[in-house]
């Protein structure tokens, strides 16, 4: 970071240099690691009102700070005033978003099951399992080989984010990354099946 950028104001609420905006929007690395040390609380906080699962709560907040990360396009989205009140718009936009995602998806009831079971799908249990490990051969086929660890702990394991990470020695971030993009490789090899 050059020496006349400034630093976030002290009260986080006043207006932002145009040094630092300008370092801000071209992802200097100090000026996005001095955004997540200062405001991860806050965004925390933000996302924890809409969010009260742990792991998705995690998950939401680290998504954030990885788009501020990865995308020059939402940094520009700040134009400068209140860095604290930007972020927790942003923060709270996110969280909405993921709850709405989530309260889409349901689990299969019993209900379910046995109404398709009397649809009669011409298709026996152990057909099923048989499909079912099929689609998951080729899942873990389609994976990177870094990924496949983070597959195992948190989608067959079951494991919280914290959990993985220590068992497998990544940060959380580099994991809740690793964990996007599974689900999203999963969602389009889903969709690819449905086709």
């Known amino acids: 970071m050059d020496a006349h950028v400034q630093p976030l104001p002290a009260d986080r609420a006043g207006p932002t ?16 690691e001095q955004c997540y040390r200062e ?13 009260r699962s742990g792991a998705d709560r995690e998950t939401v907040v680290h998504e954030i700070f990885y788009r501020l990360l990865s ?8 134009r400068g005033g209140s860095f ?4 927790s718009t942003v923060a709270s936009h996110a969280a909405i978003d993921h709850a709405r995602r989530r309260g889409r998806e349901r689990p299969l009831s019993d209900h379910d099951a046995d ?17 079912a490990g099929l689609m998951l051969q080729r899942f873990r086929a ?11 702990a948190r989608f067959v394991h079951q494991l ?5 990470a220590a068992k497998l020695g990544l940060h959380r971030t580099t994991l809740a990354y690793r964990e996007l993009r599974i689900r999203r490789l999963l969602r389009r090899l889903t969709c690819e099946e449905l086709t």
């Open 71 to 78: 995308s020059a396009e939402v940094r520009q989205g700040f």
């Open 39 to 51: 405001h991860f609380v806050l965004v925390d906080a933000r996302v924890g009102r809409v969010l």
């Open 115 to 131: 109404a398709g079971a009397a649809a009669g799908n011409g298709r026996d249990d152990a057909e099923d399992e048989i499909i």
């Open 84 to 87: 604290a009140a930007w972020l």
């Open 160 to 164: 919280t984010q914290r959990q993985a």
């Open 142 to 152: 389609a994976l990177p080989a870094e990924w496949l660890p983070v597959f195992e």
């Open 17 to 32: 240099s145009e040094d630092w905006l300008s370092a801000f929007h071209a992802g200097d690395r100090r000026v996005l």
